[in-house]
Antibody
């Protein structure tokens, strides 16, 4: 069965970087894009960007350009989302999901807390 | 960027009620519209894709309609497990943003 398993919770100081992983199983990893979505506490869903594990191509929401990098390791079927220059407003649950046109499979979410 | 506006932001309903949620795009997105359900503390669940296609395993009481700029999610007979927050998402262009959400609460 398709599964996306994300890395554990992170606590970071302002200005630091965080790298969240998303390990895929149960399907051909290079056949589907991975998207990243975040959700601050009691807030809505915010689309961050997508990446294609086969080509390495990625596209980011303008809001995150220059701060986010989405990559993948096809030998381990793992996608990564790297967010730098963290600020308190980046405190949120970060989700990976499979597929760009529609996302039927999601990771369990990774809580990232930014606090001094 | 395309803006997605959902209404209402919240509603109160009873089991058995027919519930309708609307989503409006700031420009035409054809049928590139998905609907998700999210329960507290859980990842979103895909209900409807391409505006009106029911995702496998999703009960038939859920349906979607619309194209262009105006879309609707309908729950024909609300069940206890349907009390949750619902989001629309456009996948016509990047960024593939979401609506602000509609929280369906117990009346």
């Amino acid at each position: 069965q398709v599964q996306l398993v994300q890395s554990g919770a992170e606590v970071k100081k302002p200005g630091a970087s965080v790298k969240v992983s998303c390990k895929a199983s149960g399907y051909t990893f290079t056949s589907y894009d991975i998207i990243w979505v975040r959700q601050a506490t009691r807030q809505g869903l915010e689309w961050m960007g997508w990446m294609n594990p086969h080509s390495g191509n990625a596209g980011y929401a303008q809001k995150f350009k220059g701060r986010v990098t989405m990559t993948a390791n096809t030998s381990t079927n793992t996608a990564y989302m790297d967010l730098s220059s963290l600020r308190s407003e980046d405190t949120a649950v970060y989700y990976c999901a499979r597929g760009r046109s529609s996302s039927a499979y999601w990771g369990q979410g990774t809580v990232v807390t930014v606090s001094s | 960027d395309i803006q997605m506006t959902q209404s209402p932001s919240s509603l109160s309903a009873s089991v058995g009620d027919r519930v309708t949620i609307t989503c409006r795009a700031s420009q035409s997105i054809s049928s590139y519209l998905n609907w998700y359900q999210q329960e507290p503390g859980k990842a979103p669940k895909l209900l409807i894709y391409a505006a009106s296609s029911l995702q496998s395993g999703v009960p038939s009481r859920f349906s979607g309609s619309g194209s262009g700029t105006d879309f609707t999610l309908t729950i024909s007979s609300l069940q206890p497990e349907d009390f949750a927050t619902y989001y629309c998402q456009q996948t016509y262009s990047t960024p593939q943003g979401f609506g602000g959400g509609t929280k369906v609460e117990v009346k």
